[in-house]
């Protein structure tokens, strides 16, 4: 199954239940379950981060890459961050049948600084 | 084996190991293909008591191109589901399983099939159940027929059986794999030097009691091909067949809730086509890449075909027993008879009233003539024992395709393209000993054609 790029639109973060900065537990960080109080960090961050990404950087900074027409986890569905490289910040995240390729190095460091 | 543990990595992933393939033109209903996809390989009958299932994370596939490109065009999929009755309880059930509804069975599973064809899914059917696993007589009384009624129909003319049957694949896996043994040539083995073969023995059928989980579809042939029923030399009556397991691209352990979670789009992890190609010809290094790329990638493998290993070992094992074996592969030819049989398809004009040749794509699939009507009287040597409706001709459930195979590449095909060629007459001879009669569960004349799984009962061990 080939990767298809696919325009995907940030999630609204007060529904994503943004955790605070210096709280997260790993688990919350790896894993952020979708579902109403369950969000972590990942998925928080990736609220948080689109605006920006939308408005100042290049489309590569961020693509969505589904294999299947559903987009986003549905409630209860696990969220995953695969941070590939804390240097340049290319992480992947992972959610439903998709995968989305992120570069944020401030993302990639709080990440990193987290799971220490 | 034909393609059991066959790479690093299925190997560890029991559930996603696709064993073995069949395509063939159903001989009970010739209109119709019957395509069969094996996983979980060498099951021990008694295996409880979480007795053998598919993985509810898996996405099983068999795909069909009818245009010679080594890509899907059409995919049948199948996904499962596993319910259990009653979380307090250990058993797998609680009395005998007389039906398939019935409220004595634990641990079940149901599973969807769809149709994939240009981006467009299609549901076949869902929750069709699957048989249990064969127990013995007090928790599976009357399996056979318990088992038949988890044969569905679906619309179209389709029906679909996915479930536990009985290996059909034979093979002496406990001499081929001391170092290329055959046990009927044993004592002409160069052995090392530690002479503990003295004459010729008997083979030993390493999977005459274990089962396999089967994935079965009969579809009729104007569903697969390009222009629905064709002539035997027309290529649009050929189609490549072959399967794949994908996983979703992350596996968490959630220790919370001590579950794996999956996410992720799916990623193909095991792939299968001709028998033993993973298995024989692709060197270890290279096998979990080729599980994981579609046949049209082929390309990049093919010299691990036209020249394999196993050629090159067998004058060496064997010596003095394949002298023309040794001169062929010390000109370093490319086996272009290997290519045509696993990777082309064999043209017009090689063997008389035959072809499944798909273009010049190298792809390993499973090359079925649709138009080729089954064998009344099948010789399960397939085409070199002069049967047009036997591997590689697609493959029948009885195929001797390791005898096939190994004196495939013993040379025995090679004077195919080469018509100077004097094969070894060990080529023509070479085997493992086994037969189909090798099988103790014997096959069925109807679908889905493989036998009646071996209970734990009465196979313990």
């Known amino acids: ?116 | 084996m034909s393609s059991h543990r066959e790479a690093p990595e299925t190997s560890k992933d029991p559930v996603a190991d696709s064993t073995d393939v069949y395509a063939f033109v159903s001989p009970d209903s010739p209109k119709t293909v019957t395509l069969i996809a094996n996983y979980i390989p060498l099951q021990g009958p008694a295996g409880g008591p979480n007795f053998y299932e598919f993985g509810d994370d898996v996405l099983y596939e068999i795909h069909i191109d009818n245009s010679g490109d080594g890509r899907a065009d059409i995919s049948y999929q199948f996904r499962f589901e596993t319910h259990l009755a009653d979380p307090g309880s250990f058993l797998y059930n609680t009395g005998p399983i007389e039906s398939l509804d019935s409220a004595n069975w634990n641990s079940r599973q149901v599973y969807s099939v769809s149709r994939l064809e240009n981006g467009t899914v299609s549901e076949l059917g869902a929750g069709l159940a699957c048989p249990p696993c064969n127990i013995g007589p007090l928790s599976t009384p009357h399996y056979a027929s318990l088992a038949k009624a988890a044969v569905h129909e679906l619309r179209g003319g389709i029906h679909v059986f996915a479930g536990q049957r009985a290996e059909g694949f034979y093979v002496d896996l406990g001499s081929i794999f001391d170092l290329a043994t055959l046990r009927p040539f044993e004592n002409l083995h160069a052995q090392y030097g530690l002479n503990v073969f003295h004459g010729p023995a008997a083979g030993v059928n390493a999977t005459a009691a274990l089962n396999v989980h089967s994935i079965a579809i009969q579809v009729p042939i104007s569903q697969l091909t390009r222009h629905g029923a064709g002539s035997e030399s027309s290529p649009a009556s050929v189609i490549g067949v072959w399967t794949t397991a994908s996983r979703q691209s992350v596996r968490l352990w959630d220790t919370d809730n001590g579950e794996t979670l999956s996410s992720g789009p799916y990623r193909q992890v095991s792939r299968l086509g001709n028998p033993l190609v993973n298995e024989v010809l692709i060197p270890l290094g290279k096998k979990d890449l080729w599980n994981s790329l579609p046949p049209s990638d082929d390309k990049q493998f093919a010299s691990y075909v036209t020249n394999p290993e196993l050629a090159g070992l067998l004058p060496a094992l064997y010596p003095g027993v394949f002298p023309n074996l040794a001169a062929l592969d010390a000109s370093h030819a490319a086996r272009a008879d290997l290519e045509a049989i696993l990777l082309t398809g064999i043209p017009s004009g090689i063997v008389p009233g035959f072809q499944n040749y798909t273009g010049p794509v190298l792809a390993d699939m499973l090359r079925l003539n649709t138009a080729i009507r089954p064998t009344k009287k099948p010789n399960s040597l397939g085409i070199i024992g002069g049967d047009l409706a036997g591997y590689p001709n697609g493959r029948r459930v009885f195929d001797d395709v390791v005898t096939i195979e190994l004196r495939a590449i013993a040379g025995a095909t090679y004077p195919l393209v080469h018509k100077s060629y004097v094969p070894d007459a060990a080529a023509k001879a070479i085997t493992d000993g086994l037969t189909p009669a090798s099988v103790p569960s014997g096959y069925l004349s109807r679908f889905p054609y493989l036998g009646v799984p071996y209970s734990g009962f009465d196979t313990p061990s």
């Not at chain 1, 948080?48 to 409630?75: E, K, Q």
């Open chain 1, 1 to 116: 199954m080939s990767d298809h790029d696919h325009a995907g639109s940030p999630a609204d973060p007060a529904a994503a239940g943004i955790q605070p900065e210096a709280g997260p537990s790993r688990r919350s960080i790896l894993w952020g379950a979708a579902g109403a109080g369950a969000a972590g960090l990942a998925a928080a961050a990736m609220a948080r981060t689109a605006p920006a990404l939308a408005a100042a950087t290049a489309p590569a900074a961020r693509t969505r890459l589904p294999d299947a027409p559903a987009n986003a986890a549905p409630a209860g569905e696990p969220v995953v961050v695969h941070l590939r490289d804390v240097r340049s910040g290319e992480m992947d995240v992972f959610a439903g049948t998709s995968r989305t390729r992120l570069r944020d190095p401030e993302l990639a460091a709080r990440l990193a600084r987290a799971a220490r």
